[in-house]
């Protein structure tokens, strides 16, 4: 009932629920006695789904260093007990587990990092750091995960403007965005259109208040963050995307986009 919201595994998704209410409802779907998905030792999978472990709730994040560390939502995380990250590389999918390095409840903002034993590292991450203040009308774009359980696993690109240079209420940490923000995109990252990090996403106003608008946190704010961070971090340089087709910038910017699956 599109009026009303909808049910899912006796769920009630109303319109008016907030982001982080249905991020933390959802649930594995039920297993299937039919299913043969099995992980494949080292931490990569060729076919592991939901069916092989109960999850509470997933959202997005992304690689800020070749080691393993990953931003995403503080809300995604909070108090989690066990999570898990899985990205394509290579045509492969790869499942780890994580844990949480760092986070900042207040600018709703988390790093986490790769601790499972079989991890080696993934390769030259291809955006940088992009801290200066994006003007109002610039295009970017997120990958993530949006409501995987309705729309599946494969990673979702969302486009639109900086809409204001501040958030909700003025806030100066955000930028108030047009990029659609869905269930499972928070801790998404914001690219502009050269594949520079700019922000995370993190949600918006529900549609009862205003359509469309959403907000993402800075990167500078994540870049302070990290600095807190007694972790050493290298963060990555960046490659020239200069002179590649949007579709071939995206195809390799998400091989660094991850899904997170939490329990709590």
Known sequence: NVNNGFYWNNIHIRNSMKLEDV?????SMPKSESSTSTPVSGGQSTSISQDTQEWSGNGSGFFISKSGYIATNYHVIDGATKMQVEYYQGGKKHVYSASVVISDAANDMAIIKIDDKAFAGVSEIPYRFDNKT???GSEVFTLGYPLTF???EEIKYTKGEISSKS????DIRHYQISVPITYGNSGGP??????????????????EIADNVNYAVKSIYLQTLIDSSQER?????GINLSGKTKPEIIKVLQEFVVLIRVKW
Not at 167 to 170: A, C, E, L, P, W
Request: charged share 20%.
């Open 190 to 207: 914001l690219f502009d259109t050269m594949g520079n990090l700019v922000g995370i996403t993190s949600g918006g106003l529900q549609k």
């Open 233 to 237: 971090i290298d963060l990555p340089v």
């Open 134 to 136: 994006k003007d109002v």
């Open 150 to 152: 309705l729309m599946g």
């Open 167 to 170: 958030g909700f209420q003025g």
């Open 23 to 27: 991020e933390k409802k959802q649930a």
